[in-house]
């Protein structure tokens, strides 16, 4: 059993994580859960993530999320989805009930008031902190600094299953309808349940370019570490790039065994656990 999660703000998820999995919940219910009580935090809307996130330049607020299962074809996703707070759970049903694997826009709000999901105004979804960032956005063309953050988690259950699941509320102030790497399958995250699983972080406009988690997922089937794997991929992007720098990416995987990896572009925090563990962890790496 493990589970990891980006970003130092995923440590109480993580930690809700390893009481599910340690009381034997399996993957995906751990996933969703951890993910769903993050986007639902409206203090936590300041790392970009569901209720109190920052809205799209015309003041509303718009979330991507999926959930992806080891097994062969278990995916589901929605993307510019207004008014739930929790996107995560209804990219689960589309994995479970719709018979597409990504919804979007108007089509997955009807599909989750079909489903029983309530609409919340607008002004729900926001917070004092992103309302009033909004307002200096159009004031005085103030921009978020560092908007790139992502839920990202990660779970290996006692039964061998794996998911991962990814959530965002995008980059702060974009186009209504932009839509980044996050609910992307292969970009934003992936998952293959006789190797591990994948999730990346960052600037998704870049991201999707690359196919990160897909590549991170197919180097550890091919025998690297989940470390070596990451590493392997962020080396890739920035030779294809050329010179030095690199748009912000943050990864992170999991393989079968509970071996826990990660790179990124700039200095990134994730937090982690494993059966050998008797806490979560963090580790900051880039500093």
Not at 211 to 228: A, K, T, Y
Not at 245 to 267: D, H, R
Request: a negative charge; hydrophobic letters at 40%.
């Amino acid at each position: 059993m493990a589970a990891v999660g980006t970003w130092s703000f995923s440590r109480p998820a993580v930690e809700r994580m390893r009481c599910m999995l340690l009381a034997g919940q399996n993957a995906t219910d751990v996933v969703e859960t951890a993910i769903a009580e993050v986007e639902d935090d409206v203090d936590t809307g300041r790392h970009i993530v569901g209720r109190g996130g920052y809205p799209n330049s015309k003041g509303v607020v718009e979330c991507d999320a999926a959930i992806m299962e080891g097994v062969p074809g278990r995916f589901g996703a929605v993307a510019a989805l207004r008014g739930i707070a929790q996107p995560c759970r209804v990219a689960r049903k589309v994995m479970e009930k719709s018979p597409h694997s990504l919804l979007v826009g108007d089509g997955a709000e009807a599909f989750a008031q079909e489903l029983g999901f309530t609409s919340e105004p607008n002004a729900n979804m926001l917070s004092d902190h992103s309302a009033t960032a909004y307002r200096e956005y159009l004031e005085k063309n103030k921009l978020v600094r560092g908007g790139h953050d992502t839920i990202g988690l990660i779970a290996l259950d006692l039964s061998g299953n794996i998911t991962v699941g990814v959530s965002t509320s995008g980059a702060p102030f974009k186009a209504p309808g932009r839509v980044g790497d996050s609910p992307l399958p292969g970009c934003g995250l992936y998952a293959d349940h006789k190797v591990g699983a994948a999730a990346a972080t960052g600037d998704g406009d870049k991201i999707m370019c690359y196919c990160p988690s897909f590549h991170v997922v197919q180097l550890m089937r091919q025998g690297s570490s989940p470390n070596e794997a990451c590493q392997a991929v962020l080396a890739d992007i920035q030779r294809r790039i050329g010179g030095d720098k690199c748009f912000e990416l943050g990864l992170i995987s999991l393989n079968m065994k509970g071996e826990v990896g990660a790179a990124s572009s700039v200095e990134f925090p994730y937090t982690f656990w494993n059966q050998g563990l008797s806490s979560v962890e963090e580790l900051v790496i880039n500093q």
